[in-house]
RNA sequence: GCGACGGUCGUCCAGUUUGGUCUAGGACAUCAGAUUGCCAAUCUGGUAACCCGGGUUCAAAUCCCGGCCGUCGCACCA
């Protein structure tokens, strides 16, 4: 079994996450759910983005609707950018992006967004049928990535976001304004995206209905390389991919051309330092600067962040310089000025986007984290760090009677509000370090007969298997320096 | 969306070829009890499943049709 089929399977077995519906036969694919341990280590990892980046960029975070009106997405491009044109074969059913089509078989360029009797023309003009079984075309149809809603009783036309983003945008000039905002200005969000795929697949790697982490930095255009606290990481390591990984500091990078200016550099070696901390091994990510085929349309200069999973590479961030795309066409389509003042000028901003796929991260760690001890009967263990660990620790009585209970119970009254324990009586000894473990629980306090004695208890470390003895005053303390222990 | 293959306790698998003995079996997990008392021990007992809908048949987990889901390939992937 390779290791995305272990972890789907922990997954099930643990709680961490399971398709959604699935009570019912009806329940479509691309739709997943967290389960209690996945929920927490999601929670956690979100906590670990704000601090590594909201909170260290002095980032203002906000939380917009899910559902917006038609005009935003007019103004976005997700309206004629976000559908392809779609014919079927009336004879074998198979069905084709009619642009595509049309450019591979007649050799012609096609845009995207040609109307749908442009390619009907096109198709009768060249006389086009199904490359796989010769069949007549029935004619084109619009596939749509995004969900489209209707509103109140009129049924007025509304659509789920497809990225989070745009009520970034979209509330811009109201946060500036109001925050005694300063470029650049990091906007920070994390919220549910919804975008209809063709075929989802592959669990939380690829779904519907998805959580991301955005970040959109407002920035003077003309004021690139003046970026404040540029020295914190201009030596910060990067990990470029093309053709091969070279490894460069920020500032060679941009000696070399390969970055374009030192907010790209700064916010790209932040992403950098916040994933070092989540367990994801350095070494087995890179940043890939995409091509001008591979970019999204609002992008002029595009990275992504990728991770090496046991299903290949897979993008983790997209990194865009947006330029003033957002800004400029929610400006036209508003009829509202969105520029703002930058030092005694105004100046309409861009921006540079940071949009993280959680639930891939959360996979990604899953993977990254998952360990088989061979040295001890194959135990399974999930290495997350302390802090990302759905459970923090485990409180165990080592027998099932009363006066060790009695004292378990104090210890667990003690901590639970400050931390995720699980208190767990049942079994053997060995049998519950291995089922805490295998959830990534990084302590375990047990109550033994010493306790009785003299107010220790044993800690248990999950990857040493070690123990030491400690107060049992003295565990909430042990809990808070190791829990918030960050130093990687 | 197309094609191939698949879907059985929480998980993994047997049973489907050749319909009946399947009142659906095992392993691991889980629960209760006994025993032990610091690393998945042992014993006893329990809970727990044929993806959904329709059809063929005296009889369907098994055969047929449709749907849903999954894996892989093609296509798609702001």
Not at 74 to 90: E, I, Q, R, W
Request: proline share 4%.
């Amino acid at each position: 079994m390779n290791t995305y089929d272990q972890i789907i399977q922990l997954s099930l077995e643990r709680g961490f996450y399971f398709p959604s519906s699935e009570l019912y036969s009806d329940a479509s694919a691309g739709f997943w759910e967290y389960g209690p341990n996945g929920v927490k280590i999601k929670n956690k990892f979100l906590e670990l983005w704000r601090r590594e980046l909201v909170r260290r960029d002095n980032m203002l975070e906000i939380d917009g609707s899910q559902i917006m009106s038609k005009n935003v997405f007019m103004a976005s491009g997700h309206l004629s950018n976000f559908t392809d044109p779609v014919v079927k074969c009336k004879k074998c059913l198979s069905s084709f992006r009619a642009d595509k089509l049309i450019q591979e078989e007649a050799n012609l360029e096609v845009p995207e967004r040609m109307a749908n009797e442009g390619v009907n023309e096109l198709i009768s003009k060249y006389g086009l049928r199904c490359p796989l079984c010769k069949g007549e075309f029935s004619p084109a149809e619009r596939f749509n990535m995004m969900f489209k809603v209707e509103i109140g009783p009129n049924h007025d036309e509304a659509y789920l976001r497809p990225e989070t983003c745009q009520s970034i945008f979209v509330d811009f000039s109201r946060i500036y304004k109001v925050s005694r905002g300063k470029l650049p200005l990091g906007i920070a969000q994390v919220g549910k995206s919804f975008r209809n795929e063709i075929s989802p697949r592959q669990g939380l790697l690829r779904l519907r209905e998805f959580y991301q982490a955005e970040i959109e930095v407002f920035c003077n255009p003309s004021q690139l390389d003046n970026q404040p606290r540029y020295d914190e990481i201009k030596n910060t390591k990067l990990r470029f991919y093309d053709q091969k990984i070279i490894e460069l500091t920020v500032q060679e990078a941009i000696d070399q051309k390969i970055l374009s200016n030192q907010l790209i550099g700064y916010y790209l070696a932040l992403l950098v330092e916040f994933f070092d901390k989540t367990g994801i091994d350095k070494n087995r990510t890179r940043l890939r600067k995409l091509s001008d085929e591979e970019k999204a349309f609002y992008s002029t200069i595009a990275f992504d962040f990728e991770v090496d999973t046991s299903i290949g590479w897979l993008e983790l961030v997209a990194c865009n310089y947006r330029s003033d795309y957002d800004l400029k066409s929610h400006s036209t389509t508003s009829k509202t000025n969105l520029e703002v003042m930058d030092d005694n000028s105004k100046v309409l901003p861009h921006v540079f986007e940071l949009s993280l796929g959680v639930d891939r991260c959360i996979y990604s760690i899953m993977e990254h984290s998952y360990f088989v001890d061979r040295e001890n009967d194959d135990r399974a263990v999930l290495k997350l760090k302390p802090y990302l660990s759905p459970v923090h620790a485990g409180v165990l009585p080592l027998l099932r009677k009363p006066e060790f209970k009695d004292k378990a119970s104090k210890l667990l009254k003690n901590i639970q509000r400050d931390f995720d324990i699980f208190y767990d009586e049942s079994g053997s000894i060995g049998r519950r370090y291995r089922r805490l473990e295998e959830i990534g629980t990084p302590f375990a306090f047990t109550v033994d007969h010493q306790t009785l004695e003299d107010e220790t208890v044993t800690v248990r470390y999950r990857d040493s298997m070690q123990q030491d003895r400690i107060k049992m005053s003295d565990v909430k303390s042990f809990l808070y320096n190791n829990i918030n222990d960050y130093s990687s």
